[in-house]
Each structure stands twice: as C-alpha cells, then as structure tokens.
C-alpha cells in the first residue's frame, strides 16, 4: 500500500499506532469481519483505517469455506450456528475438533477441501477480498462525537481448485488454486506475478484509486 500510494497518503501499520491485541473477528461474511477490523481500530484509537478479510469461495460446496476458509479443517461435521452437540459446541460448519476454532493449519485445510472435492467434477471456485475503509467525515453538531463513513471494496479472482498441490510460493490454499486463464496455481508463481492478479491485489488498486482520485 505505501508503495502504491507513495507520499500522498501516510499508511501506517498498526505496531505503529501501538495495536497489539488480538483484533475480534466474528462476523458470518467476510464485510462483516472487515468492519468489525476496522470500527475496532477507529473507535479504539481514532484514526481512519482500513481492514480486509479474504475467503475461497467452492461452487460445489455451496461457497465453503468462506468467511472460515483460515480454520476449515478446524471444524468438522454440519450442525447449527450456536448448537451443542455431545462432543461439544458446533460452529457454523460443525463440531470444533481439539484443534481449535482458530487453527489455521493450511495443509490440513487444503487435505480437507481436496477430501470433500474428490468426487467431484465442478471444481469452480473464487478468491474473494473485501476491504473496509473507516473514514471520519465530520463531527456532530453537538461536538460530542465524530461521523464515520464506511466504504467497501472488492476483489475478486475466478479459478478452479487442482486435484493435487503444485507450487512452493504463497500461502493458504495457493497450492491447490489455479486462477482462470493460467495453466498453473497461485503456488507456483512468483508474488508480483499472483500481486498483478490477485483478489486482494484488485481490491486494494480499488483502495487506492478511491484515497487518490
């Protein structure tokens, strides 16, 4: 970002502002958790700010796993939001194995996707990045608090998940996406090249034009 934006705006980290806690991150929807980022930094300690929240979105998994994409191997079986079931409270995919809700164990995530994919032929699927952006338009008449502004952006990548891993760059699922009109994963290309592509390269140029324009 402060490569793209370069000395017109001041972009700073949030060691900077001296955040250190571990930012909530509740939401079902992936605008949802970027807001909550990102009110969490403005009401804290008021400074415009911006937060994203990304997901792998699987058409043939009716969009799973989303919003839970980073904990997917995490949560196991179907059960309700908010439901108990004997071996423990179900999250909103299912029972939350002794891994931990917040594990974000990439190799067991992709084990599982690739598990539930196997006898599958669609195997469509899209990166989605949502940017939030927090701004302070004006304070109130009466002097008592400021007004927020909210702006959302999004990127999106369109691709198919591989049958098997391919690739040593990236993160997360990388390995096993291959993005639309290329003939190898998001792994096995170098980071300018998946940054020029990107779901979150594309939200954050949508960023950026808006903080320029």
Known sequence: MRQILGDRVEVLSLKDIGCDVDIPETGQTLEENALQKAHYVYDHYHIDCFADDTGLEVEALNGAPGVYSARYAS??????????????????????????????DSEANMAR???ELADKDNRKARFRTVIALIQKKDICPCGCSSIK??????????????RQRSGAEGFGY???????????TFADMTAEQKNGISHRG???????????K
């Open 149 to 162: 502004q909210e702006h959302l952006f999004e990127g999106i990548v369109n691709g198919e998940i591989t």
């Open 202 to 212: 594309r939200a954050t140029a949508k960023l950026a034009d808006y903080l320029l």
């Open 75 to 104: 949560m196991e079986g179907v059960g309700p939001i908010g439901s108990i079931s004997p071996i423990g409270p179900i999250g909103p995919i299912g029972p939350i194995s002794p891994i931990g809700p917040m594990s974000h």
């Open 113 to 115: 996707l690739l598990r």
């Open 174 to 184: 990388d390995p096993i996406f291959r993005p639309e009109g290329f003939d190898h």
